[in-house]
């Protein structure tokens, strides 16, 4: 007798949250459990990332372009396919600051939310050019030679560390509006981005982290007391990787 084929998937809805747009999903099964397992031996983080549209893609049942979404939406997306998939709480391990005993501490997966704050998407560039910039989208990053770092394990962005952040920056530049026209930044090559970046003021530089450093994320603050040592830890957790 052959097998039967289950069909045992409960159909949720989510609020993708950069569009406000609603979506049906699947929560994920043994396969694509294991699609991610596989990516993570790799210890590559492009192959993790590339692993977790996998994931998006089978799971999603609406109408979505992953590679259009802004990285916090892949990051609250993938929390509420695993939270549905593990149960509500997801027990993950985290070391004792003390004595780096590893404690087991519940996170509420379905509870997590990035705060999407208004901010200024406009720079002003001297009287006649204003630079409109954007989030870089998921498809960008995987293409790109960013540091698939940057997405997964984002601590909190450091303005100094400007060289590290250079690859996401040439990503949220979006167009330009000049007195004649629009010029987007898809159709420009590489070496005019940079040149155009280059001739920036500081101050017109430091518009554009602040948009890349205020972007949107997954945070949680945690607290535990230590099951050896009982000294209480309070934690930040942050980026993607932070709730595995
Ligand atoms: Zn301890």
Redesign the pocket.
Known sequence: MALPKLDQNPVYDLIIPSTKEKIEYRPFLVKEQKILLVALETNDDKQVLKAIRQLLKNCIISECNVNNLAPFDIEYIFLQLRGKAVGENSAIKLK?G??E?ENNVNIPLADLFPIVKEVTQEVKIGEEYILHLRYPSFGGIIDSDIEGRELLNQKQINPLQVEELYGTIMQCLESLDTEEEKIYFKDETLEAKEEFVGSLTTIQFESILKFVSDMPKITHDVTFD?V????KNELKLEGMQAFF
Do not use: A, I
């Not at 050896?228 to 000294?231: A, D, G, L, Q, W």
């Open positions: 004792c003390e004595c005993v230590c050896k040592c009982n000294k």
